[in-house]
């Protein structure tokens, strides 16, 4: 292999774009082209910034569905820190109504009023989906008197600054 000087690879000359390519880097791009491209791209990124994900596969949804019961029987067993972990696993992998609803609650059971409020809050941000079951259906409806309740049981603090100038 003949040797090359580092300066031999950086010339203008190395750098150059093969002759297939001029001709196709010259050629003007019709507005019309860059418009639908544009437009084409913001479509995808809105639908995934509406949904905040895309929907969960098969197999996370499985996985998702045997954390929450694992969750239910630790809960109901006594072991609520436990079940937090199971239910915040579930809601990772698959965000549901339902899932959130028993996070939400176990929350509320450790004492993070917060956390529980705000979990609540998050079902009305759950896209709905064309396949929701009943019970998702009823765990939107008792979200929202659930972080009402937690609203009232939050401190609030109110801060009022007299004296200055306007």
């Given at each position: 292999m003949p040797k090359t000087s580092f300066r031999a690879l950086f010339t203008r000359r190395s750098l150059r774009r093969p002759a297939a390519l001029e001709s196709i880097a010259r050629r003007p791009v019709h507005p019309a082209f860059l418009l639908a491209a544009?437009?084409?791209l913001a479509g995808v990124l809105s639908a995934e910034v509406a949904f905040g994900q895309s929907q969960p596969s098969s197999s996370d949804i499985a996985h998702a569905?045997?954390?929450?019961?694992?969750?239910?029987h630790q809960r109901d067993d006594g072991d609520v820190k436990g079940a937090l972990e199971k239910f915040k696993g579930a809601y990772t992998l698959a965000q549901t109504p339902l899932t959130?609803?028993?996070?939400?609650?176990?929350?509320?059971?450790?004492g993070k009023l917060v956390e529980?409020?705000?979990?609540?809050?998050?079902?009305?941000?759950?896209?709905?989906?064309?396949?929701?079951?009943?019970?998702s259906r009823a765990a939107r409806n008792q979200s929202a008197p659930l972080a009402d309740e937690l609203r009232m049981r939050l401190a609030n603090l109110t801060i009022r600054i007299r004296g200055l100038m306007r």
């Amino acid at each position: 292999m003949p040797k090359t000087s580092f300066r031999a690879l950086f010339t203008r000359r190395s750098l150059r774009r093969p002759a297939a390519l001029e001709s196709i880097a010259r050629r003007p791009v019709h507005p019309a082209f860059l418009l639908a491209a544009a437009v084409a791209l913001a479509g995808v990124l809105s639908a995934e910034v509406a949904f905040g994900q895309s929907q969960p596969s098969s197999s996370d949804i499985a996985h998702a569905r045997e954390l929450f019961n694992q969750g239910l029987h630790q809960r109901d067993d006594g072991d609520v820190k436990g079940a937090l972990e199971k239910f915040k696993g579930a809601y990772t992998l698959a965000q549901t109504p339902l899932t959130a609803l028993e996070l939400g609650r176990t929350y509320m059971q450790l004492g993070k009023l917060v956390e529980a409020r705000e979990t609540f809050l998050s079902i009305a941000r759950i896209p709905v989906w064309p396949e929701e079951t009943a019970r998702s259906r009823a765990a939107r409806n008792q979200s929202a008197p659930l972080a009402d309740e937690l609203r009232m049981r939050l401190a609030n603090l109110t801060i009022r600054i007299r004296g200055l100038m306007r």
